[in-house]
């Protein structure tokens, strides 16, 4: 990242809230898929925050046998922000998704 984020309302750089966040990223059809660590920023003016910064591969994919453990383990300390899908992606393969793999 070669410039924090700014808060286009308030027009101010963010500041980091928090390093390691770990974003569920959730299909369309509500399906969870793979975490992948990131960061939390927030203005301090308005208060809204994002998640940017993410690492280049994901933590656990949905077909590993530790995906359950972990999103229970992040969830109950609070670092799991869950990402709904905006619209169709490529990231997302529903062939996949459909066979539970
Ligand atoms: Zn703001």
Redesign the pocket.
């Known amino acids: 990242m070669n410039h924090v984020p700014v ?4 027009q ?1 750089d ?1 500041v980091c809230a928090k390093n390691g966040v770990a974003v569920l990223d959730v299909t369309g059809d509500g399906t969870d898929y793979k975490i992948t660590m990131a960061d939390k920023w927030k ?6 925050e994002v998640v940017v910064g993410f690492a280049q591969h994901a933590l656990v994919h949905h077909y590993e046998p530790r995906f359950a453990a972990a999103i229970e383990f992040l969830s109950n300390k609070g670092l799991l922000v869950r990402a709904r899908a905006a619209g169709p992606s490529k990231l997302f393969c529903a062939d996949n998704v459909e066979k539970g793999a």
Do not use: H, L
Request: with cysteine; net charge positive; charged share 10%.
């Open positions: 808060c286009a309302k308030c101010q963010m203005c301090n003016i308005c208060g809204c």
